[in-house]
């Protein structure tokens, strides 16, 4: 997709755990062409290293708790100079506190680049349990389903790849995702009204089916259907 003003496409997806930004950055990502830098999934690679920060990463997430600035800046900063990122990137779980929301701001400054929208994504923690606990994916695409809600056609088999090995998240249990859900307020919900302050902040509605999501999603991005 090419871009009107020819800068590409910038964009934070924010909000609590299970609110489904990874999925629409996932979504977004198809219909723009451009990077999806999810810094769970960043983190959840370094773990399965098992190098010795690879542990480090695996004990913290497993509690649900975040990775520490230091882990996470640089290695979004490199990211964000790779060639695939050109055209725009989605930042997905980035800043996920106020530090970070700084930082990037002063990074992004010298990159010479500028964000074009901060989207929190807007669903109550009753349905956020629910999503979570049933969430399972494609252990060789990654594409996700959910128990109730978004159910393979075919019982065991990757619609997108045929896969038939699934996985679930070790921190998507009931007791991690309190925590989570805990954090996400006091250390991540700070940067919302920081980012309504510099006239980022877009605010939808996720609590619809994933394709309506999806068009508000387009909607405040200005995007077509
Ligand atoms: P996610 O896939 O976005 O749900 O992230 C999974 C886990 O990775 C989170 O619960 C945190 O422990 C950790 N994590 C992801 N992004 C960050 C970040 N920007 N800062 C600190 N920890 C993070």
Same mark, same amino acid.
């Given at each position: $997709?090419?871009?009107?003003?020819? %800068?590409? @496409?910038?964009?934070?997806?924010?909000?609590?755990?299970?609110?489904?930004?990874?999925?629409?950055?996932?979504?977004?990502?198809?219909? &723009?062409?451009?990077?999806?830098?999810?810094?769970?999934?960043?983190?959840?690679?370094?773990?399965?290293?098992?190098?010795?920060?690879?542990?480090?990463?695996?004990?913290? %997430?497993?509690?649900?708790?975040?990775?520490?600035?230091?882990?996470?800046?640089?290695?979004?900063?490199?990211?964000?100079?790779?060639?695939?990122?050109?055209?725009?990137?989605?930042?997905?779980?980035?800043?996920?506190?106020?530090?970070?929301?700084?930082?990037?701001?002063? $990074?992004?400054?010298?990159?010479?680049?500028?964000?074009?929208?901060?989207?929190?994504?807007?669903?109550?923690?009753?349905?956020? $349990?629910?999503?979570?606990?049933?969430?399972?994916?494609? $252990?060789?695409?990654?594409?996700?389903?959910?128990?109730?809600?978004?159910?393979?056609?075919?019982?065991?088999?990757?619609?997108?790849?045929?896969?038939?090995?699934?996985?679930?998240?070790?921190?998507?249990?009931? &007791?991690?995702?309190?925590?989570? %859900?805990?954090?996400?307020?006091? %250390?991540?919900?700070?940067?919302?009204?920081?980012?309504?302050?510099?006239?980022? @902040?877009?605010?939808?509605?996720?609590?619809? &089916?994933?394709?309506?999501?999806?068009?508000?999603?387009?909607?405040?991005?200005?995007?077509?259907?």
């Amino acid at each position: $997709m090419s871009f009107a003003n020819g %800068l590409g @496409l910038h964009v934070v997806f924010t909000g609590a755990p299970g609110c489904g930004k990874g999925t629409q950055a996932r979504i977004l990502k198809e219909k &723009t062409g451009i990077c999806h830098l999810s810094t769970g999934e960043m983190l959840r690679a370094e773990a399965a290293k098992g190098t010795p920060l690879g542990l480090e990463i695996k004990a913290l %997430l497993d509690k649900g708790e975040f990775a520490t600035d230091e882990m996470i800046i640089d290695m979004v900063s490199r990211r964000i100079d790779e060639d695939d990122c050109k055209d725009g990137f989605i930042l997905d779980g980035f800043p996920r506190t106020l530090n970070q929301a700084e930082v990037l701001e002063g $990074m992004l400054k010298n990159k010479g680049i500028a964000l074009d929208a901060v989207i929190e994504i807007q669903v109550p923690d009753e349905i956020i $349990m629910e999503r979570i606990l049933g969430r399972y994916a494609c $252990m060789t695409c990654g594409q996700g389903y959910h128990d109730k809600f978004l159910k393979p056609k075919v019982y065991g088999v990757c619609d997108n790849c045929g896969g038939t090995d699934f996985y679930r998240r070790v921190d998507d249990n009931r &007791t991690t995702v309190q925590n989570r %859900l805990v954090n996400y307020r006091a %250390l991540t919900y700070p940067t919302i009204p920081y980012f309504e302050k510099k006239g980022l @902040l877009r605010c939808v509605d996720g609590t619809g &089916t994933i394709e309506a999501v999806a068009k508000k999603v387009n909607k405040v991005l200005g995007l077509p259907e």
